[in-house]
């Protein structure tokens, strides 16, 4: 029999008591890891073709809000509607997009720069932040187009792209972004590349391996008791993080502020057309943040690239580019994406004793009892009752007159889905990781039997009791619900 202890929300500050400046490096080596792994994937990658764009030119400009000179290149000046290419932390900056630009040049006006700190812009000592460059990124706009624009950002460019899109609505016409790191909230982004088991493993057979899972998760988990979210912002202004700025290492700096930006409000309020492409195999930007977004941006459509990467624009340049020229010229349309599901039933679905299952497709009721590793994916469903068990639920709907989702004892993900009922989730002694989506309680949103930790990622929940983002640990105490 599987059994899941929780220690007691009481207890759990003092499980792992990390010093500030040790939680640091952690984080600090990380998201030095992973931009250099972006970084050296695409020189490898781009080595293979480099080509050249016609009727091209490039010029400097010098913007007010680094106070910098910014390179730009434009090409396909002749055509009347403009396209901003917005690169990642890779070190060759615009030349990213060289692959695309000979491509989209032929129907489109295309722009591509090198952000301040990157490629063949000035590099400086200062923090380079998301919010700054999404006021960057409308100077330009502002500037040097012809409103509206469509917008297109890959990693680091794509989550720039999608604050500018949530902070200035009317600048353009189509959001197009391409595998976006962060977004997730830091705990929950570096937890997900935390796999040690083999795919299809089942958590009994491998039992070492899943107890050395959940350990560190539980270190990671801790990150969040050790210092304050102020505390992680006031030390990203620090001296000795800001001389990280010089030469070429803005990319780290920045990689830092994406893992502090709270994206909540600005995801939330995103009302144009938005096409989310993401690679199946991205080792940098987790399919849970794609799923996350699609469920999160109303007017939104999601497609995996088959056996993609984080850069796929350079390394499926023919895929990228296929479904790219599809979305600029309108044909892919503006309606959610729909996915047939596998099972229509009006009768009570029940699950135990067992692992690795998938479900689709729309229910009355799941009952899950004692089992591992059970996905939820675009299922519709009045309740889920979940009893000592591992679940994930990914762009579902469930939606009740009483309660949506029953758990208890259980570890359970939540990604871009929507939960309502009276009392939309009723939880007992469980660990929840909710991200994007929304949770809504004509009574209340969240009630606990016992003290429940939850994980969110720029989720809104609304009952009597709240109505706003989650971006963040919270404890759901015995007769304090939210």
Known sequence: MRVYHFPSAEYQPKMFQLKTNFTIKVIFFFVILITFAV??????????????????????????VFNSKVY?????????????????????????WKNVVDIVNDSFHVIALDLPGF?????????????????FLNWF???????PISLVGHSLGGAISLFYAGTYPNGIKRLIIA?????LHRSAYISSFVRLRPTGQNTDSAAPLYGLEQAFKALINSLDEAFAPDDFTKWLNA????????????????????????????????????????????AIAPVRTARLLFGSIPNSTLYMIPNGSHSPMITEPAEFNTQLLKYLHGSAGNKIKSVSGSRNSDEQFKISDKEDILLEGHYKKILINN?????????????????????????????????????????????GSTIKGENAMIVNNCDFDVAGGKIEGTNSAILSRHSTRILF?????KSLLTDRYYHGVIYVYKNKPI
């Not at 403009?82 to 070190?91: I, R």
């Not at 063949?120 to 998301?130: P, Q, T």
């Not at 989702?405 to 939540?414: G, K, Q, Y």
């Not at 990622?457 to 929940?461: D, G, L, N, Y």
Request: net charge negative; glycine share 4%.
């Open 141 to 147: 706009i502002e500037t040097y187009t012809k409103k």
């Open 239 to 282: 001296d000795i993080i800001r001389n990280r700025t010089k030469e070429n290492d803005a990319r780290i700096v920045v990689g830092l502020s994406l893992m502090d930006t709270d994206f909540s409000e600005k995801i939330n309020t995103i009302s144009v057309p938005t096409n989310i492409m993401w690679g199946e195999n991205d």
């Open 179 to 183: 595998d976006v790191p962060g977004i």
């Open 371 to 415: 089992c591992g590793k059970i996905r939820l994916l675009n299922v519709t469903v009045e309740q889920i009752t979940i009893e000592n068990s591992e679940v994930t639920i990914e762009n579902s709907t469930i939606q009740s007159s009483t309660y949506a989702i029953s758990a208890i004892d259980s570890i359970v993900t939540i990604t």
């Open 72 to 96: 730009v290149s434009e090409s396909g000046m002749q055509n009347d509607h403009t396209v901003v290419l917005v690169h990642g932390v890779s070190e060759q900056a615009s030349d990213d």
């Open 119 to 135: 490629g063949r812009s000035d590099k400086k000592d200062m923090v380079y932040s998301i919010e700054k460059y999404s006021r």
């Open 457 to 461: 990622s720029v989720c809104k929940v």
């Open 39 to 64: 970084s050296f994937s695409n020189v490898y990658a781009g080595r293979f073709k480099k080509s050249e764009a016609k009727n091209f030119r490039s010029f400097f400009v010098k913007e007010p």
